[in-house]
């Protein structure tokens, strides 16, 4: 066989060979069965060498296939992600962040089976279909206002392809995200009245852009919050800066503020870039924090911002540096005065460090001589607004000017906790001379430690001149006789609590003061005229009416000013609600008293105070001295948190609570639901565990607001209606025992609970009651068992 297909291989090779000798031979061979085998047999290698040309040529289709779906996925995953439509779970092809895009109506979808809430869109460029910031909100449980708590920002961007191009709606990709936390209660509230040991994180409840001209090429956000804390509301929040090229969230600094200012973009150095300045003044002594932006070669973070600080100073220069230790005190006016100097001896250059920290001097000095020049209420104020401002001989006028003033500035400089101090030791550190700066220092510690140890530090001044020695000392001889009338016209701090409305005219004759013989006059923006609710005689609180006082009929305005306790401190606190649920807070001076029929009236004098717009919405102007009370804020809990640790307890409230309801018209007669069902509709209000009553056994107190009256009503009709009778939060209280103790809800007569306060003289509480036209103090009476 083998020799056979030796002898056939070269017949079959001369089949190439074009000859007709060979087409002969070929038919003659034809005929033999072994031909007849070689003919199956290249019929069959023709055909496999044909397959696997084939074979070969699909290989590569499909080589060629995986290569470009591979350039595909790395380049643009989303345009290979149709393979998982036929692709099994376990071979899903994983896109990372190139997730199919969604249209907006989605997102929102998303997010609301996730339980939360998505917030009003930002537009990122000119169209906000092509790009947006979105803030995620959650549901916060136990509260009356501001109940979304902003959890995340995510940054949109429309699709491009053509595939969602053509759809009718707008599909978005998520470009980036950002998880954000409000900042603890411990940074936002300074030491003083923050609560000890507290690390609570306050919720972010909304999301602005700074509008106008910011620092580019990025987008600025300002995320917010607010914080009550007694009478002072604080505000805070973070910064964050979108970075457009990275299309990158930053977080860039935390903030507060505890005069409620917003921080704004500002230009302070005067170069190309605004500068970020966030206000937290307090009083009269102000505060600002200015941050530049600064580059940092971090490819993510590319920027920071950064504090100009008086500490160290840019220049090795010791008049430089005189001017900041003194600036440092907060004698900014003649800091920026020295600078000034400074600049000119150097031609009016000054390092760029050196520059920032002047001007931020400057932006303090304009606010302390602007307060400075205003006409002040009170001497005492108009004195702190010119020794802030340092002006010391002007601040010694007022204080000669009338023994009233005397006594009215030896009551500051007593609660002066050592920031006058500071200064005066600031400014005698660098001039040692100045009589002025001698006096003041000499005042404060003869009102501080007594008039030996203030004559004892004035001898051991440098180079005092006798001149001088004799004036100061006539000076500590006045601060000698007012303490000591202050002493036998006072011997307790005022404590009043009123409401107050705005007056255009004044009849001298209707009111007592106590110089009888000068004319009132008007040294603020705006009269006030007080009605007292109740104050604090030194021994026991009284009530209006106060048909029991019974002044005598000589030295009539020495006994108000006695038993009111204002002869050493007249200034009163005015209390505004803003429409946003804001206080805002005034100072104001007592000027005059009255009364009549038993109704105690105060004449005070002070800057002018919002109108209240909705006397619905907000509270009455309330004015309390700052010794009156103060607040208790129980932390809340929900009926449903509050039913896992004391089932009883709400067991025996519910239907109490809506049997009230049915009884004020504020939900439908019938029959009270099962236990079960109003749990369900009522577990998420808020509560309030307290002991009011002194018998150590705390009263739950239940604050319901109108919308959730609005939702329940809803609830029960299965009718969406629309909340046009708005009301502010009303209040019942009921008693370890479920039962009602104080209601807002009775139709028989209108009042509001305003707030839960501690009195300085007893350590029980109070109700403090807005009335039709007045507040009331209340506290419970054991023996009548009920509030009065």
């Known amino acids: 066989m083998a020799n056979r297909w030796r002898k056939l291989m070269p017949k079959a090779a001369k089949r190439n060979q074009p000859h007709v000798g060979a087409t002969k031979h070929l038919a003659k061979k034809t005929d033999k069965k072994p031909k007849t085998r070689n003919g199956l047999f290249s019929t069959l290698a023709m055909s496999t060498t044909g397959c696997a040309y084939a074979i070969l040529l699909g290989s590569a289709s499909l080589a060629m296939a995986f290569a470009w779906i591979s350039i595909l996925y790395i380049f643009n995953p989303v345009q290979v992600s149709w393979l998982n439509k036929v692709l099994p779970e376990w071979a899903q092809i994983p896109l990372g962040n190139y997730e199919r895009p969604h249209t907006l109506k989605d997102i929102k979808l998303s997010l609301s089976k996730q339980k939360q809430i998505a917030g009003e869109i930002l537009a990122l460029d000119r169209d906000a279909e092509i790009s947006f910031l979105l803030p995620v909100f959650r549901q916060r449980a136990n509260c009356q206002s501001d109940c979304q708590e902003l959890v995340e920002l995510r940054v949109y961007q429309r699709s491009q392809e053509s595939e969602f191009q053509s759809q009718s709606e707008n599909y978005y990709y998520l470009a980036t995200q950002l998880s954000v936390t409000g900042p603890e209660e411990s940074f936002v509230v300074d030491a003083t009245s923050a609560p000890q040991d507290t690390n609570v994180t306050l919720p972010l409840t909304e999301v602005k852009r700074f509008e106008g001209t910011t620092p580019s090429p990025g987008i600025w956000f300002s995320l917010r919050g607010k914080r009550q804390q007694g009478t002072s509301a604080f505000a805070y929040g973070n910064i964050i800066y979108y970075n457009r090229e990275r299309t990158n969230l930053q977080s860039m600094l935390s903030w507060t503020s505890p005069n409620g200012q917003q921080p704004k973009w500002q230009e302070v150095t005067g170069d190309s870039e605004k500068e970020l300045v966030i206000d937290q003044t307090v009083g009269l002594e102000p505060q600002l924090q200015v941050y530049q932006v600064k580059p940092v070669k971090l490819f993510l973070k590319p920027i920071q911002l950064e504090a100009i600080a008086l500490n160290p100073p840019a220049l090795k220069d010791s008049a430089y540096q005189n001017a900041l230790s003194i600036a440092r005190s907060g004698l900014w006016t003649p800091a920026f005065e020295w600078l000034k100097f400074v600049q000119k001896q150097r031609k009016g250059v000054l390092p760029e460090a050196a520059q920032a920290q002047m001007d931020l001097i400057r932006l303090h000095s304009q606010l302390t001589k602007a307060q400075a020049q205003k006409n002040w209420a009170s001497p005492s104020q108009q004195v ?380 029980s509480l109070a109700l403090l009651v807005e009335n039709a036209d007045n507040y009331s103090l209340r506290r419970w009476s054991e023996k009548n068992q009920h509030f009065e």
């Open 384 to 763: 702190l607004a010119d020794l802030t401002d340092g002006r010391w001989g002007k601040a010694l006028q007022v204080f000669e000017a009338s023994p009233h003033n005397a006594q009215e500035i030896v009551t500051l400089l007593k609660a002066d906790e050592g920031r006058l101090w500071n200064r005066t030791v600031a400014a005698l550190r660098v001039n040692p001379n100045r009589s002025e700066v001698q006096a003041w220092g000499a005042l404060i510690l003869a009102v501080k430690r007594g008039g030996e140890y203030a004559n004892s530090w004035l001898n051991a001044q440098p180079q005092t001149k006798k001149d001088t020695l004799t004036y100061i000392q006539g000076l500590l001889a006045r601060v000698n006789s007012e303490g000591k009338k202050s002493q036998i016209l006072s011997t307790h701090p005022s404590q009043i609590i009123g409401s107050v409305q705005p007056i255009t005219q004044v009849n001298n004759a209707e009111w007592l003061q106590l110089n009888s013989t000068a004319e009132i006059k008007l040294t603020a923006d705006q009269w006030y005229q007080i009605e007292v609710s109740a104050f604090h005689d030194g021994k026991r609180w009284l009530n209006s009416p106060f048909e029991n006082l019974k002044p005598p009929k000589t030295s009539l305005a020495k006994f108000f000013w006695q038993t009111l306790g204002i002869s050493s401190d007249p200034k009163i606190q005015i209390v505004v609600w803003l429409p946003n649920g804001e206080q805002q807070i005034t100072i104001a001076t007592i000027k005059a008293v009255q009364l009549r029929s038993g109704i105690l009236r105060l004449l005070a004098a002070g800057v002018k105070i919002p109108e209240n717009q909705n006397n619905r919405l907000q509270p009455r102007p309330l004015a309390l001295t700052s010794a009156a009370l103060e607040w208790v804020q129980p932390s809340p809990i929900t009926l449903e948190a509050l039913y896992q640790k004391d089932p009883q307890k709400v067991k025996a409230i519910l239907p109490t609570v809506w049997r009230s309801l049915q009884q004020s018209g504020n939900l439908p007669t019938g029959a009270i639901p099962s236990f079960e069902q109003m749990e369900e509709k009522l577990g998420y209000w808020p509560v309030q565990l307290i002991d009011l009553t002194n018998n150590a056994k705390p009263e739950t107190v239940l604050t319901i607001s109108a919308a959730a009256i609005l939702s329940l009503n809803q609830a029960e009709s299965g009718i969406q209606e629309e909340n046009n009778q708005q009301y502010r939060p009303r209040t019942l209280i009921l008693s370890d025992t479920g039962k009602v103790i104080y209601t807002d809800f009775a139709e028989s007569y209108r009042q509001i609970l305003t707030a839960i306060a501690k009195l300085s003289d007893t350590h």
